[in-house]
């Protein structure tokens, strides 16, 4: 079944520190891929997205992603941590054409002051 | 600019109640979709829709049911609750057209209970 992964429930870092939270996709062709946030009792916001072109997306609260076709991976990282970064994180990939999101099982960040 | 709005925010139902979970969006998207949260579980994909008077299955269908009768309105309707329906449930949209799509716009979420 095509699906995306994201194997740690939990990642924990120190405030200015750099963070990845892993997302891994097994997907056929070219997928569009997705980052979304939820922090507690909100819907989900949307952070960014990997349509076509250069493999580096940046997006929104300075988080930026890098879609590595070849470790069919699609990482969110960023620079320096803060404990306001502390939510639910959610991969998500969309198969051109058939017109439905479909959502890792989250990733909870937790950011230490 | 509203967005997506849910009506009701929670909701608490007896087994075997009926109840319609509202979903309006004022973007014009053409693209619809119901999601559950269940803790540890992700979102899953309850049913969708592509356009007005067009709805199809996701991955979790069962005991629910779509309408999507104008393009901002969506609801959601459960017909017999049972308490395995107990979760977060979220309607989003999105607009796609051709090569252009747009990422999913989600509402607040409902609360359901049943017990």
């Known amino acids: 079944a095509q699906s995306v992964a994201q194997p740690e429930d939990q990642v924990n870092v120190a405030e200015g520190n750099p963070l990845t939270v892993k997302c891994t996709y097994s997907v056929s062709g070219n997928p569009y891929l997705f980052w979304y946030v939820q922090y507690p009792n909100r819907g989900l916001q949307f952070l960014l997205k990997?349509?076509?072109?250069?493999?580096l997306v940046k997006g929104s609260y300075g988080f930026e992603a890098e879609f590595n076709k070849s470790q069919t991976s699609f990482h969110l990282k960023k620079p320096s941590a803060l404990v306001s970064d502390s939510a639910l994180y959610f991969c998500?990939?969309?198969?051109?054409?058939?017109?439905?999101?479909?959502f890792g099982t989250g990733t909870r960040l937790k950011v230490l002051a | 600019n509203a967005g997506v709005t849910q009506t009701p925010k929670f909701r608490i139902l007896k087994i075997g109640q009926s109840m319609t979970l509202q979903c309006a969006q004022d973007?014009?998207?053409?693209?619809m979709y119901w999601y559950r949260q269940d803790p540890g579980m992700g979102l899953k994909l309850i049913y969708y829709?592509?356009?007005?008077?067009?709805?199809d299955k996701g991955e979790v269908p069962n005991g629910y049911n779509v309408s999507r009768s104008t393009t901002e309105d969506f609801p959601l309707r459960l017909e017999l609750a049972a308490p395995s329906q107990t979760s977060v449930y979220f309607c989003?949209?999105?607009?796609?057209?051709?090569?252009?799509?747009?990422?999913?716009?989600f509402g607040q979420g409902t609360r359901l209970t049943v017990v």
């Open positions: 990997y349509i076509t072109g250069d493999n």
């Open positions: 973007m014009n998207h053409n693209y």
């Open positions: 998500a990939f969309m198969r051109p054409g058939t017109y439905k999101y479909i």
């Open positions: 989003a949209s999105s607009y796609s057209r051709g090569d252009m799509n747009t990422e999913a716009f």
């Open positions: 829709s592509v356009g007005a008077g067009i709805t």
